[in-house]
């Protein structure tokens, strides 16, 4: 059984960071592709940033792209995303997943299991 944690959400003002936090095991992580999603209301699930640790290759969004970063903790079993120069348009319930079908991973579809979301609302 998959399990992803996530937390770290929370209010900002326009300008500032969070990071969020995916709390999984050692063998999701490395086995499969980790991203990030985010929804806003009346809208539909985005992709924000996908990680393959095995081959050290990343994904981003050109919307986060050199704001947000994905990284691991690997003591902690951890995935995180930074996320500086929040904007408000960044507002909404982001949300880890773990995929182990092929690409492309910037879809939903291929994401197998997810995280129950934290909201992130920045204010401007």
Known sequence: QVQLVESG???????????LSCATSERTISSNVMGWFRQAPGKEREFVAAVIWRIRTTYYADSVKGRFTISRDNA??????QMNSLKPEDTAVYY?????KPPPW????????????TQVTVSS
């Open 96 to 100: 880890c997943a773990a995929a182990s």
């Open 9 to 19: 959400g929370g209010l900002v003002q326009a300008g500032g960071s969070l990071r």
């Open 76 to 81: 902690k079993n951890t995935v995180y995303l």
């Open 106 to 117: 910037t879809t939903p579809t291929a994401y197998d299991y997810w995280g129950q979301g």
